[in-house]
């Protein structure tokens, strides 16, 4: 029984350290620990990471609330042209591109869309983050085109 429960611990703590080491720290991932978008040190974003094709797509999809300094986070390990729709996006969204440089080169504001064709929205020049908020957060927040932007975890790596 002892052998078991140490088992079972084993496997926990492994399925944990995975959960913590995989590319996405999206919480319905397994990882619980938030992400944060800090601009110039003026403000925080707290975001969900999107770094797979599947969360992705995903998004913010089919949610009808969003906490006021939160967002969702989408990465790519190398520079995208990629562009954004609103499809089944309930509520309306700001969305700033990010280069690789760190700092931000489009700020769009995209409202909801529930029928084909939907509007799409994209950067001005390839990216490699784009950070989704409330409609307006950005703007509300002062932050601009050239702003720099630091994506961090308080634990698992994103």
Not at 59 to 70: E, N, P, S
Not at 86 to 97: E, V, W
């Amino acid at each position: 029984m002892v052998a078991v429960r140490r088992l079972a611990l084993l496997v926990l703590a492994f399925a944990f350290a995975f959960a913590c080491t995989s590319q996405t720290t999206e919480t319905a991932a397994g990882c619980p620990f938030p992400s944060t978008a800090s601009f110039s040190q003026r403000t925080q974003l707290h975001v969900d990471i999107a770094s797979d094709d599947a969360s992705r797509e995903r998004g913010l999809m089919g949610v009808t609330d969003l906490g006021r300094d939160d967002g969702m986070a989408f990465v790519w390990t190398s520079p995208t042209d990629a562009t954004f729709w609103m499809k089944d996006t309930l509520i309306p969204l700001s969305i700033a591109f990010v280069g690789q440089d760190g700092r931000v080169i489009t700020i769009r504001e995209m409202t909801p869309c529930t029928a084909d064709p939907c509007e799409t929205y994209g950067a001005d020049a390839p990216y490699t983050t784009a950070l989704e908020a409330n409609a307006n957060w950005f703007e509300d927040h002062h932050i601009r085109v050239g702003d720099r932007m630091t994506l961090t975890s308080a634990g698992c790596p994103s």
